[in-house]
């Protein structure tokens, strides 16, 4: 017999390349369930940083003279990820040169037309800048996203209170409503879970459903249809 909590999926999307970035998302999924998926540049041993950030510059520079090129993009390693399975994508971003660092880009260029519809949050880090830029990259490469407002924006030296911050966020953006369906259930009274030969395995108002195989399973509310992996 297998269980599931009706939550929404959400999926950690992020790069780091000075580990900023990684050490929030390490305190988000303290925080959240979800899946994480860190983004990698193909080229490996790249100094970012080196002759004051000249080959971060360049690529920063490479996109903003023509975004709608693919090869404005610098190469990442392949992803295995199916957004399909996702209803919330939070997406973890260092700022460079006010805009969002390339390899993520090269992400969003690839797979942000894949997110039309889901709820999309952003969370970025840098130094000092402003985050107004980047928000404007992921809105470019996510056109039909449904973002949560605000963003987070964690400063650099702010990165060991990501936890505390990360919580306020999380609340600000009222995610928990989000990431369940409970909400739609109570408008409906009733959820029902078919297989996906269409045959009803559970009516009810539970909460927390035990179904007797694991699978593929459509929860349905009259709000809300799901796809659910158990
Ligand atoms: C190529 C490059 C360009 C950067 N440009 C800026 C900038 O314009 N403004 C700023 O405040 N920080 C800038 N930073 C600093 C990063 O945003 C900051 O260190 C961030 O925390 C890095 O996240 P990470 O450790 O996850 O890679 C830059 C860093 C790099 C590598």
Redesign the pocket.
């Given at each position: 017999m297998s269980a599931f909590a009706m939550q929404a999926k959400t999926l950690v999307v992020y790069y780091?390349?000075?580990?900023?970035?990684?050490s929030i998302v390490a305190e988000l999924t303290k925080q959240i369930d979800a899946d994480v998926v860190r983004i990698q540049p193909a080229e490996k041993g790249l100094d970012?940083?080196a002759n004051n950030?000249a080959i971060?510059?360049a690529q920063i520079a490479a996109i903003r003279n023509n975004p709608t090129d693919p090869n404005s993009y610098p190469a990442i390693d392949p992803v295995d990820v199916n957004l399909d399975e996702y209803d919330c994508v939070i997406i973890g971003a260092?700022?460079?040169?006010?805009n969002m660092?390339s390899p993520l880009q090269t992400y969003l260029f690839q797979n942000g037309g894949k997110m039309a519809g889901k709820k999309i949050g952003l969370i970025v880090?840098?130094?000092?800048?402003g985050i107004s830029g980047v928000e404007s990259d992921a809105k470019r490469l996510i056109p039909n996203g449904d973002f949560f407002t605000p963003s987070l924006w964690i400063r650099?030296a702010q990165t060991r209170n990501a936890a505390s911050l990360i919580q306020q966020w999380l609340k600000d953006i009222d995610y928990a409503s989000v990431a369940g369906i409970s909400g739609a259930k109570a408008e409906s009274g009733v959820v029902n879970v078919y297989d996906l030969m269409g045959n009803l395995v559970y009516s009810g108002t539970q909460e927390l459903i035990d179904v007797t195989a694991s699978g593929t399973y459509l929860v349905k509310t009259n709000a809300v249809t799901k796809k659910v992996r158990i």
């Open positions: 780091s390349y000075t580990n900023n970035v990684h970012y940083e950030y971060g510059s260092p700022l460079w040169w006010s660092a880090s840098s130094a000092s800048s650099s």
